[in-house]
């Protein structure tokens, strides 16, 4: 086994802690964003359609994005990642990753569902066909965000994964 230098691995914690904490900074401003676009939509559509539907099936979602974000941002300390070792920086790195890959087949879940909304509006005797549509069509844009942000993140934060493995070769 490698010996790690007394700088390197607090270096590769700090900077996986650094990119976990900034990731969590981009989920909420997504958030903040959709609540502050579909929040002010939401007052300005009719509730018997499906756009006001949209909105306010956004709003939900994105604040549990928000707090998601904050609890995230309030777990991740960079300044205190220094003294894991080895075993449990690759620990840390590996429970992050299978928490993406697993947030990434959700947010596949999240889109089917809303495809599966979208058909039970045209539906003969679809009750409130304007709130299924609206519905749906907001798990499609949420789960392909989220789809895309867990991905890319899981891309972005592997990397650390090949630096530590180095360390142990």
């Known amino acids: 086994m490698a010996i790690l230098s007394s700088e390197i691995l607090p270096a590769i914690n700090q900077a996986r802690e650094l990119l976990a904490e900034r990731g969590m900074a981009v989920l909420g401003s997504w958030a903040l964003l959709n609540l502050l676009v579909s929040g002010y939509m939401v007052k300005q559509t009719d509730a018997r359609t499906e756009t006001h539907h949209f909105h306010l099936m956004n709003v939900g979602w994105n604040a549990v994005n928000a707090l998601l974000a904050v609890w995230g941002i309030l ?52 009750v409130r066909p304007e709130r299924l549509l609206g519905f749906g069509r907001s798990l499609w844009v949420q789960g392909t965000f989220l789809f895309l942000f867990d991905v890319g993140f899981y891309l972005l934060y592997h990397r650390w994964a090949g630096e530590l493995l180095l360390r142990v070769s």
Not at 112 to 120: E, H, K, M, P, Q
């Open 75 to 126: 777990r991740a300390h960079p300044a205190s990642v220094a003294g894991l070792t080895l075993a449990e920086s690759l620990t840390a790195q590996f429970q992050f990753e299978k928490i993406l890959l697993f947030n990434a087949g959700l947010d596949v879940a999240y889109v089917c569902v809303g495809s599966w909304l979208r058909a039970r509006a045209h539906a003969v005797g679809a």
